[in-house]
């Protein structure tokens, strides 16, 4: 049986291949952990989980998220994923969560945007529990505007794809394979537990501007006093085929929290 090791902030670690770095509050210990064969990973946010470029924000988010920004993938790429999530049985419902995002590198002149791709907890704050939702955005607009701008002003053009309540202590195994088409020719497939519950085909998706794509995940969430815990396992990104993945999902491995 494994046991856990923190991630401090800022920290390089390789997982299945890819350099992924540690993006969360250096002064608040536990908040990423994995397993020595990385095959593993445990996030956990609480009050005051701050990184240090989310300060100065009001409020400001909380944040423990694994990064692979470093090694970011061209954004004409499709992309797979596929990985094994699982909302901590004792972990506090979040308010509104990212636990996955694919994200676009800003280019010059660029403004900040939301993620082409979100995998979504929406909770308390919107009067629910644990909707996981897949939620795409799109602009055809170069450079990227801000949040606001006609025509992106609602959220860079977000859709909504699914969204189904997930339960606490239980794993669910999740592959995605994603072709971005800002124009009108991207297309997206979504499988939980070997079920395929997304398959839009000739869908805008993604920004024009962005030369690359990159991977991160973890909690990323609304500032909030409670403990949110989650883990993820086996995790792949890339644009190899994961597809195998869909009926033959990685074991998920056991393992030994430590405590504080």
Not at 4 to 25: K, M, Q, W, Y
Not at 106 to 129: C, H, M, Q, V
Not at 156 to 184: F, Q
Request: hydrophobic share 35%; net charge negative; aromatic share 10%.
């Amino acid at each position: 049986m494994a046991t856990l090791e923190d991630v401090p902030a800022e920290e390089d670690i390789t997982v299945n291949g890819r350099s992924f770095r540690s993006h969360c509050d250096v002064d608040v210990p536990l908040s990423v952990q994995t397993t020595s064969d990385f095959k593993r990973q445990r996030f956990m946010v609480t009050d005051g989980s701050v990184y240090s470029v989310d300060e100065g924000r009001e409020p400001p988010p909380n944040r423990a998220e694994l990064s692979n920004h470093t090694e970011p993938v061209s954004a004409a790429s499709a992309v797979w994923l596929a990985y094994s999530m699982k909302i901590d049985s004792a972990s506090a419902d979040v308010p509104y969560a990212y636990v996955g995002q694919l994200h676009q590198k800003e280019e010059a002149g660029d403004a900040f945007a939301n993620p082409l791709l979100s995998l979504e907890l929406i909770g308390t704050r919107y009067g629910k529990t644990r909707e996981f939702s897949v939620v795409t955005r799109h602009s055809e607009t170069v450079p990227l505007p801000p949040y606001g701008t006609p025509p992106d002003e609602a959220d860079w053009n977000a859709v909504n794809h699914y969204a189904t309540t997930i339960a606490k202590g239980r794993w669910y195994d999740i592959v995605i394979h994603l072709t971005p088409g800002p124009t009108g020719n991207g297309a997206l497939e979504v499988w939980i537990d070997g079920v395929k519950v997304v398959d839009e085909t000739n869908a805008p998706i993604g920004f024009a501007s962005s030369v690359s794509n990159y991977w991160k995940y973890g909690i990323y969430d609304d500032n909030d006093t409670t403990t949110r815990v989650v883990w993820f396992a086996n995790m792949e990104f890339g644009t190899a085929d994961l597809s195998a993945r869909i009926t033959s999902p990685l074991p998920t491995p056991k393992v030994m929290v430590l405590a504080a």
